[in-house]
């Protein structure tokens, strides 16, 4: 039983940080941490892969079979809305997506 309990207060420990972090997580910051000035050197499969990655971290509901075979292990997701990432993810999607789009990179 204390094995739960302790489950139960990490996870609400987590709630509290993200609230406090503006809604940014241990997980996210982690999915987050290449640099948007290296997105150019980048080759398309890591752009799309990278995109992904940072959707799981923040558990926004995969919106493709390859998203989610690729993180077939992320937490559950909580909601397919990327209106509820925190201000800095959207930006980082933003970039990322920028890029995507300028080097023609296929769809997963």
Not at 15 to 28: H, I, K
Not at 40 to 56: D, G, I, T
Request: aromatic share 8%.
């Amino acid at each position: 039983m204390p094995f739960l309990a302790l489950g139960f207060w990490a996870s609400v420990s987590g709630v509290a940080l993200a609230f406090s972090n503006g809604g940014m997580t241990p997980e996210l910051a982690q999915a987050m941490s290449r640099s948007p000035e290296q997105f150019s050197a980048m080759l398309c499969p890591r752009l799309r892969y990278l995109e992904a990655k940072v959707l799981a971290a923040a558990r926004i509901c995969p919106g493709n079979e390859h998203s989610r075979r690729s993180f077939a292990n992320a937490p559950s997701c909580i909601s397919s809305d990327e209106g509820v990432l925190p201000q800095p993810a959207r930006d980082y999607l933003e970039l990322l997506r920028q890029t995507i789009d300028a080097k023609g990179c296929e769809p997963w």
